[in-house]
């Protein structure tokens, strides 16, 4: 069984930064799509920032150029650098893999718990 777990959530002062982290255990053969998610109060989830195996990395208009994600394929891990936080980031946020446990499986995905961030003074 496949689990995420993230880390490094909490409350920052406008201007700050964060650095998440997501780790997937378990027994995988290969994880293609690496992802964070957001989910504010009262609205629905959104894609923050992706990354694929092939080294395709994009990113949602309103954090272009504050946020950063990052992985290590030997670590089963994904990053999200957040920085110059607005109080607007403030989120539940959420990852999400894509993956393979053997070679000839099917893909599927993973969704990790949450971690709240939170931007205010």
């Known amino acids: 069984q496949v689990q995420l777990m993230e880390s490094g959530g909490g409350l920052v002062q406008p201007g700050g930064s964060l650095s998440l982290s997501c780790a997937a255990s378990?027994?995988?053969?290969?994880?293609?799509?690496m992802g964070w998610y957001r989910q504010a109060p009262g609205k629905e989830r959104d894609l923050v920032a992706l990354?694929?195996?092939?080294?395709?990395?994009n990113y949602a208009d309103s954090v272009k150029g504050r946020f950063t994600i990052s992985r290590d394929n030997a670590k089963n891990t994904v990053y999200l650098q957040m920085d110059s936080l607005k109080p607007e980031d403030t989120a539940v946020y959420y990852c999400?893999?894509?993956?393979?446990?053997?070679?000839?499986?099917?893909?599927?995905?993973?969704w990790g718990q949450g971690t709240l961030v939170t931007v205010s003074s």
């Open positions: 999400k893999m894509t993956l393979k446990l053997t070679m000839g499986s099917r893909e599927f995905e993973v």
């Open positions: 990354s694929t195996s092939g080294g395709y990395t």
């Open positions: 378990g027994s995988i053969f290969s994880i293609n799509f």
